[in-house]
Protein backbone atom coordinates (compact mmCIF):
# COMPACT_ATOMS: atom_id res chain seq x y z
CA UNK A 1 0.00 0.00 0.00
CA UNK A 2 1.09 3.81 -0.93
CA UNK A 3 0.11 4.93 2.39
CA UNK A 4 2.00 2.37 4.60
CA UNK A 5 5.28 3.40 2.21
CA UNK A 6 4.80 7.06 2.84
CA UNK A 7 4.02 6.43 7.02
CA UNK A 8 7.60 4.58 6.64
CA UNK A 9 9.48 7.55 4.56
CA UNK A 10 7.81 10.20 7.20
CA UNK A 11 9.53 7.65 10.02
CA UNK A 12 12.65 7.51 8.53
CA UNK A 13 12.73 11.75 7.97
CA UNK A 14 11.79 11.92 11.62
CA UNK A 15 14.37 9.62 12.44
CA UNK A 16 17.28 11.62 10.92
CA UNK A 17 16.21 15.09 11.99
CA UNK A 18 15.86 13.25 15.58
CA UNK A 19 19.33 11.81 15.43
CA UNK A 20 20.39 15.55 14.71
CA UNK A 21 18.35 16.87 17.17
CA UNK A 22 20.32 14.92 20.38
CA UNK A 23 23.27 15.25 18.93
CA UNK A 24 23.27 19.03 19.01
CA UNK A 25 24.42 19.97 15.82
CA UNK A 26 27.98 19.68 14.13
CA UNK A 27 29.58 18.02 11.26
CA UNK A 28 28.91 14.36 11.65
CA UNK A 29 25.37 15.05 12.57
CA UNK A 30 24.60 16.75 9.42
CA UNK A 31 27.01 14.58 7.56
CA UNK A 32 24.42 11.75 8.51
CA UNK A 33 21.45 13.39 7.73
CA UNK A 34 22.97 14.10 4.30
CA UNK A 35 24.14 10.49 3.80
CA UNK A 36 20.32 9.37 5.07
CA UNK A 37 18.63 11.61 2.63
CA UNK A 38 20.63 10.53 -0.49
CA UNK A 39 19.91 6.83 0.53
CA UNK A 40 15.91 7.70 0.91
CA UNK A 41 15.99 9.54 -2.34
CA UNK A 42 17.89 6.75 -4.00
CA UNK A 43 16.01 3.80 -2.69
CA UNK A 44 12.65 4.24 -1.14
CA UNK A 45 9.65 4.12 -3.33
CA UNK A 46 8.59 7.48 -1.89
CA UNK A 47 11.70 9.11 -3.10
CA UNK A 48 10.62 12.31 -4.46
CA UNK A 49 12.95 11.92 -7.47
CA UNK A 50 10.89 10.50 -10.51
CA UNK A 51 11.39 7.02 -11.21
CA UNK A 52 13.49 7.23 -14.22
CA UNK A 53 16.02 9.84 -12.47
CA UNK A 54 17.13 7.02 -9.12
CA UNK A 55 19.12 5.00 -11.19
CA UNK A 56 21.87 7.51 -12.04
CA UNK A 57 21.34 9.52 -9.10
CA UNK A 58 24.73 10.62 -7.23
CA UNK A 59 23.44 12.45 -4.28
CA UNK A 60 21.98 15.95 -3.62
CA UNK A 61 23.81 18.33 -3.56
CA UNK A 62 25.16 20.85 -0.57
CA UNK A 63 27.00 23.60 0.16
CA UNK A 64 30.13 23.27 2.58
CA UNK A 65 29.03 23.06 6.46
CA UNK A 66 29.17 25.87 8.58
CA UNK A 67 29.18 25.80 12.03
CA UNK A 68 27.89 29.56 11.62
CA UNK A 69 24.73 28.74 10.20
CA UNK A 70 23.31 27.18 13.26
CA UNK A 71 21.60 29.83 15.03
CA UNK A 72 19.49 30.22 17.73
CA UNK A 73 16.89 32.53 17.06
CA UNK A 74 14.63 34.47 19.71
CA UNK A 75 10.87 33.83 19.03
CA UNK A 76 9.05 37.41 18.72
CA UNK A 77 4.76 37.34 19.23
CA UNK A 78 2.64 38.55 16.60
CA UNK A 79 -0.61 39.22 16.16
CA UNK A 80 -2.08 36.16 14.34
CA UNK A 81 -2.88 36.25 10.71
CA UNK A 82 -4.20 33.86 8.47
CA UNK A 83 -2.32 33.42 5.26
CA UNK A 84 -2.83 31.44 2.14
CA UNK A 85 0.61 30.60 1.06
CA UNK A 86 1.05 29.94 -3.24
CA UNK A 87 2.29 26.66 -4.09
CA UNK A 88 4.13 25.09 -6.74
CA UNK A 89 0.29 24.04 -7.94
CA UNK A 90 -1.28 27.20 -7.89
CA UNK A 91 -3.60 26.36 -4.94
CA UNK A 92 -3.22 28.47 -2.05
CA UNK A 93 -2.42 26.36 1.58
CA UNK A 94 -3.57 28.08 4.43
CA UNK A 95 -1.28 29.04 7.55
CA UNK A 96 -1.42 31.23 10.42
CA UNK A 97 1.37 33.66 10.97
CA UNK A 98 1.80 33.38 14.59
CA UNK A 99 5.11 34.77 15.44
CA UNK A 100 8.69 35.51 14.40
CA UNK A 101 12.18 34.36 14.74
CA UNK A 102 15.34 36.63 14.77
CA UNK A 103 18.38 35.78 14.93
CA UNK A 104 21.66 36.86 13.09
CA UNK A 105 23.62 35.28 10.29
CA UNK A 106 26.84 36.57 8.84
CA UNK A 107 26.94 39.75 10.65
CA UNK A 108 23.43 40.37 9.77
CA UNK A 109 20.12 41.43 11.64
CA UNK A 110 17.55 38.36 10.39
CA UNK A 111 13.73 37.99 10.60
CA UNK A 112 12.23 35.21 9.22
CA UNK A 113 7.71 34.43 10.17
CA UNK A 114 6.67 31.65 11.90
CA UNK A 115 3.67 29.69 10.26
CA UNK A 116 0.92 27.06 11.73
CA UNK A 117 -0.45 24.86 9.16
CA UNK A 118 -4.00 25.24 9.23
CA UNK A 119 -4.84 21.53 8.85
CA UNK A 120 -5.80 18.45 10.92
CA UNK A 121 -3.03 18.21 13.76
CA UNK A 122 -1.20 21.45 12.61
CA UNK A 123 2.55 22.09 12.46
CA UNK A 124 5.49 24.49 12.16
CA UNK A 125 6.34 25.83 9.36
CA UNK A 126 9.68 28.14 7.98
CA UNK A 127 10.36 27.82 4.38
CA UNK A 128 12.90 30.92 3.18
CA UNK A 129 14.35 32.62 0.15
CA UNK A 130 17.89 34.25 0.20
CA UNK A 131 19.85 35.98 -3.00
CA UNK A 132 21.21 32.79 -3.53
CA UNK A 133 17.71 31.66 -4.71
CA UNK A 134 16.96 31.00 -8.39
CA UNK A 135 21.07 30.84 -9.01
CA UNK A 136 23.07 28.41 -6.41
CA UNK A 137 19.80 26.88 -4.26
CA UNK A 138 16.18 26.45 -6.12
CA UNK A 139 13.96 30.18 -6.93
CA UNK A 140 11.46 29.35 -4.79
CA UNK A 141 12.90 28.57 -1.70
CA UNK A 142 13.86 26.46 1.02
CA UNK A 143 12.37 24.80 3.50
CA UNK A 144 14.15 25.32 7.62
CA UNK A 145 11.08 23.66 9.36
CA UNK A 146 8.36 21.78 8.88
CA UNK A 147 7.33 19.97 11.70
CA UNK A 148 5.08 17.66 9.84
CA UNK A 149 7.34 16.37 7.95
CA UNK A 150 9.73 15.88 11.18
CA UNK A 151 11.91 18.70 10.15
CA UNK A 152 12.52 20.25 13.61
CA UNK A 153 15.61 20.98 16.04
CA UNK A 154 13.60 22.08 19.14
CA UNK A 155 14.81 24.90 20.96
CA UNK A 156 17.81 25.59 23.41
CA UNK A 157 17.38 28.28 26.26
CA UNK A 158 13.85 29.21 24.92
CA UNK A 159 15.26 30.23 21.48
CA UNK A 160 14.30 28.07 18.15
CA UNK A 161 17.38 26.24 16.82
CA UNK A 162 17.62 26.88 13.08
CA UNK A 163 20.32 24.97 10.92
CA UNK A 164 20.60 26.53 7.05
CA UNK A 165 23.22 23.54 7.19
CA UNK A 166 19.84 21.57 7.00
CA UNK A 167 18.12 23.85 4.69
CA UNK A 168 16.06 21.50 2.02
CA UNK A 169 14.72 22.02 -1.38
CA UNK A 170 10.45 21.07 -1.29
CA UNK A 171 9.66 18.08 -2.69
CA UNK A 172 8.33 20.04 -6.45
CA UNK A 173 11.94 21.07 -7.14
CA UNK A 174 12.82 17.73 -8.69
CA UNK A 175 9.12 17.04 -9.99
CA UNK A 176 6.09 18.77 -10.80
CA UNK A 177 3.54 16.02 -9.57
CA UNK A 178 4.56 17.33 -5.99
CA UNK A 179 2.81 20.44 -4.74
CA UNK A 180 4.87 22.69 -1.99
CA UNK A 181 4.28 25.77 -0.46
CA UNK A 182 6.39 28.54 -1.37
CA UNK A 183 8.32 30.99 0.29
CA UNK A 184 6.87 34.18 1.26
CA UNK A 185 7.96 37.89 0.40
CA UNK A 186 8.46 38.27 3.97
CA UNK A 187 11.13 35.32 4.13
CA UNK A 188 13.06 36.52 1.14
CA UNK A 189 16.17 37.27 3.40
CA UNK A 190 18.51 40.32 1.59
CA UNK A 191 21.90 37.85 2.34
CA UNK A 192 23.35 34.90 0.07
CA UNK A 193 22.59 31.63 2.38
CA UNK A 194 25.68 29.83 1.28
CA UNK A 195 24.37 26.76 3.63
CA UNK A 196 22.46 23.42 2.72
CA UNK A 197 21.13 22.40 -0.11
CA UNK A 198 21.87 23.47 -3.80
CA UNK A 199 19.89 22.93 -6.97
CA UNK A 200 21.64 22.49 -10.14
CA UNK A 201 18.97 21.77 -12.32
Known sequence: MDELGLLDWKRRVFAL??????????????ADWRAGRDALFAEHPQSPLPAAAR????????????????????LVPAEPARFELDTSAGEPM?????????????????ELELYWLEAY????????????????????????????????LGTHDGRLVLDFNLAYNPSCSYDPRWACPLAPPANRLALA??????HTA
Open 17 to 30: FAAVRAAGGGAAAV
Open 55 to 74: AGFAGLEYHPFDPAARVAAE
Open 94 to 110: AFTRFGRARFALGGEAC
Open 121 to 152: GGGLFVPFADATSGKETYGAGRYLLDTVKGAD
Open 193 to 198: VRAGER
